[in-house]
């Protein structure tokens, strides 16, 4: 909400011109990334319905992951926001001043769901019955083995809980390895599209 303030007459045109730009300023700061402070608690029942990320996976080779989720109780969530906690790892050299270092690169993550949240996206509520599919496209940067974790909530300030069947909390985990060696490209002289192949 902005703020309205009285400005005494005595404060020129310019004064006011700049009072007015910046209280704009100061609303639209993080008007795009969701905060979800009035959260309602609760505990809400969701499947993971489709959970894919390639396993075999080569440096600089975008890949794409997605997570559906469907709401498989009787309210209505208020949201539903997918945490993955693997995009980057923690280094263990002594002295840096950011010991996160990435892993994968995300270029694309799912639309809409920007939060202020590190690793955390949120989509709209689901009614019962509904499903959401979080897509995110990412690059490798850095060869390995990795097992990169995701865990699904109804809310982002932790009041509103996903559960699933069981009654246990919702996530998974997916083993990726990404090789050194890029994979051969040509492109298709006709559709002028990139194929690759693997080595």
């Known amino acids: 909400m902005t703020e309205h303030r009285r400005i005494p007459n005595s404060q020129s045109p310019r004064t006011l011109a700049l009072v007015t730009l910046g209280a704009l300023a100061f609303a639209g700061c993080g008007g795009q990334e969701r905060q979800d402070e009035n959260e309602a608690a609760g505990t809400y029942s969701v499947d ?34 997918v945490t993955v906690d693997s995009f980057t790892r923690r280094s263990e050299q002594a002295g840096l001043a950011d010991p996160e270092r990435p892993v994968w690169i995300v270029d694309e993550g799912p639309k809409g769901g920007t939060t202020a949240f590190t690793n ?34 109804a809310g982002l300030d932790g009041k509103a809980k996903a559960r699933d ?34 080595r």
């Open 120 to 153: 955390t996206w949120a989509l709209d509520g689901l009614a019962p019955g509904q499903s959401r599919t979080f897509t995110w496209k990412v690059t490798p940067i850095e060869a390995g083995r990795y097992s990169v974790k995701y865990s699904v909530a």
């Open 165 to 198: 069947a069981s009654g246990g909390a919702v996530g998974g985990t997916f083993p990726v390895r990404v090789s050194r060696r890029p994979a051969d490209a040509r492109v298709d002289p006709e559709t002028g599209e990139v194929e690759r192949t693997e």
């Open 48 to 81: 993971v319905t489709q959970a894919s990320f390639p396993k075999a996976q080569r440096l600089a080779q975008q890949a794409e992951m997605r997570i559906a989720v469907k709401n498989t109780g009787d309210e209505v969530l208020p949201d539903v926001a």
